[in-house]
């Protein structure tokens, strides 16, 4: 036994390290999902000055509203999952995993911290740093698409199927764009490997300005923004679903099934968040900190251990995730819907060519500065 | 031994889904299937550790063209009807089609005795293909964009008669 183990130690070492960064980083983000679904309706009562969910509660203690995720799922389980009598049964179960599987796959690329050592070995803080990790975003990121579209056929109802088609058209337009704004970010930063964009954006311009994403290309960063929003079909872009308007490609979904859309939406934010702060706010990079501590542009020195160092690019990411989450939920419950030919044209009239002159314009840059 | 097993499978599972789409008959499911074939043809070039061929291969085929056959499906009337319609002339002309591919793959593969791959193609092979497009192949390159502009000239031209009636 012993011997085995001291002869497969790598193996089992990297196994058990990578199963545990994926038992804690998919552990957080389901976790904050769930507080995400109360922090919707909390921010939406906020915003039409109701007070939100606020009576879930145990042995008497509600505590604002905070045992409601959990209330909801148990409501989820426990009602009736229903299956229309012609509907496709294999389709129509795989098509919440398509919405979902997809989903969780994309955090494996993200980065939320440099490297941590510990008892002599560097812990990557990273679940997979793939060298084509954006490729690999806009690859699974398109199979989502699917979740759509056999959900609404599978449950062969007709106005599922329209939405399904709304999702679909709408979700392949702004995926194009997704791409091709992705794209100044490979040129800029010369790598596809999303560790290596955040620790590209450590540098420094003009000696005191943050090298972020955002800095670089604030215009691919608007762009970005749009277009994923979109892809996650929120409001404005929520034609897909219209929860209480148009119908949407899952009304025959209940129950469980049900849940596991909403769910994937949920998470969809938080994966939008963090590739927001990951590609154009520095990821887990805090201004001046470096491996040693801070080291502020006037000279000013303020070293630091390597643990707090690791913790704060740590909190550094979760911070910026927690503000885009909540910036992408005020969005939702600030602006009207689009009508579904403006939200077309809005993709391939205006994002798709601004997205192409950006590269266009990234590429004139990086020649001229080249020179 | 792990690789060599993932190779078996996913060309196993890649020749089963294509084999299942040619036998069915739904339209949509077909589709599905042809992805399925689709997404193990990827994960046999991740095996042979080609990993930008593997992400191409899902984002073009799989996340671009699978979903335009799709929403083309959905326009036509078989998606609306649960059961598909039954055209002999069709029926023929298809396995006409399926006996002409299949005697040319015979044909092709007949010459593959062994696959031979190098695993250190990965390693440059995203710098190389680029080299390789944007400087040997570059005016080649160039030209390809010249058929999606006549296409895309074709789209529009289409969409401006319909409006004109």
Redesign the interface.
Known sequence: MMEFFEANKDIILFTGVAAVKLAAFLGAVMGFAGIMTLAERKVSALMQDRVGPNRASVFGFAFNGLFQPAADGIKMILKEDFMPARAEKLLFTLAPFFALVPVLLLFAVIPFGDYFMASGYMVELQIADLPLGLFLILAVSGLAIYGVFLGGWASKNNFALLGAMRGAAQMVSYEVVLGLTLAGLMMIYGSASLQDMVRAQGRLLFGFVPAWGVVCQPFAFVLFLTAAIAENKRTPFDLVEGESEIIGYFMEYSSMRFATFMFAEFVEIILVAMLTATLFFGGWQVPYLYDTGFMFPGGALLPLGHHLVAALQVGAFAAKTVFFCWFLLIVRWTLPRFRFDQLMGLCWKALLPLSLLNILATGAVLTFLAR | MILTAATYFFGASAALATLLMLFQRDP??AA?LM?AALLST?GLYLTFSA??LA??Q??LY???IM??F??AL??TPA??R?KPGKGSFSRILGLAAAALILTELLKVSAEFKTVVFSPEFSETG?LDLARALFGRFAFQFELLSLVILTSIVAAVTLISKRKAV
């Open positions: 949509v499911k599905m992805l990827a990993q930008l992400a191409l899902v984002i799989a996340g671009a979903t335009l799709i929403v959905t326009v998606a609306w649960d995203t």
